[in-house]
């Protein structure tokens, strides 16, 4: 079956790095994704990565798959208060269809 | 370039109301979908489409309905509204499935509270 979990919070101080982690079950997904959200708005793909991948970084994103454990993190370094928001992991899965499962997403919090 | 737009922003209906949730893009993108978003849950898959002519079911579909008459438009019906059916609502298109990495973009998301 196809379900995809995180935790609901997560709170740091500014210029440390955030880890927002999710898990999954349904091997069979292809790409997994991170979205963000911020208060009022629609959802921001910030990264993806194949499923053959290990790791994948973009500027301060930094992105680690371990497709044995079904366990994907989110690095955000030096998180800022702008990063405040709330992080989904989603999977899309093969079967075609505009088809992606979301997590419950963690809302991060990021103080002074 | 005008993405995913989503009409209207805020709606509060009685129960028993029908009412229709616009979405277009102006992107030429096949796949289309509408999610809910509820607190703790994350986001639900109602209804999506392949392309024009052609609509599937989510993991929520019940008491919704849509259609897909141009590649553009793809609307989300409430036939009959249900306090249950309050929630944050999010269309979405793409040009490929998300099981080929496409990038789906989403529409700001419609606001609707039913009493």
């Known amino acids: 079956g196809e379900d995809v979990e995180q935790s609901l919070f997560l709170s740091v101080r500014e210029g440390d790095s955030s880890v927002i982690n999710c898990t999954y079950t349904?091997?069979?997904?292809?790409?997994l994704y991170w979205y963000k959200q911020e208060p009022g708005a629609g959802l921001q793909l910030l990264t993806y990565?194949?499923?053959?991948?290990d790791m994948k970084q973009d500027q301060r994103l930094t992105v680690l798959l371990n497709k044995k454990d079904k366990h994907l993190s989110l690095r955000i370094a030096d998180t800022q208060t702008g990063d405040s928001a709330i992080y989904f992991c989603a999977e899309g899965l093969t079967g075609g269809g505009n088809k992606l499962t979301f997590g419950t997403g963690t809302q991060l919090k990021v103080e002074l | 370039n005008a993405g995913v737009t989503q009409t209207p922003k805020f709606q509060v209906l009685k129960t028993g109301q029908s009412m229709t949730l616009q979405c277009a893009q102006d992107?030429?993108?096949?796949?289309m979908s509408w999610y809910r978003q509820d607190p703790g849950m994350g986001l639900r898959l109602i209804h999506y489409s392949v392309g024009a002519g052609i609509t599937d079911q989510g993991e929520v579909p019940n008491g919704y309905n849509v259609s897909r008459s141009t590649t553009e438009d793809f609307p989300l019906r409430l036939l009959s509204a249900a306090p249950s059916q309050t929630s944050v609502y999010f269309c979405a298109s793409s040009y490929g499935p998300p099981s080929s990495g496409n990038t789906i973009y989403f529409g700001e998301g419609s606001w609707l509270t039913v009493v």
């Open positions: 992107m030429n993108h096949e796949y």
């Open positions: 349904d091997s069979s997904s292809t790409y």
């Open positions: 990565i194949f499923s053959n991948m």
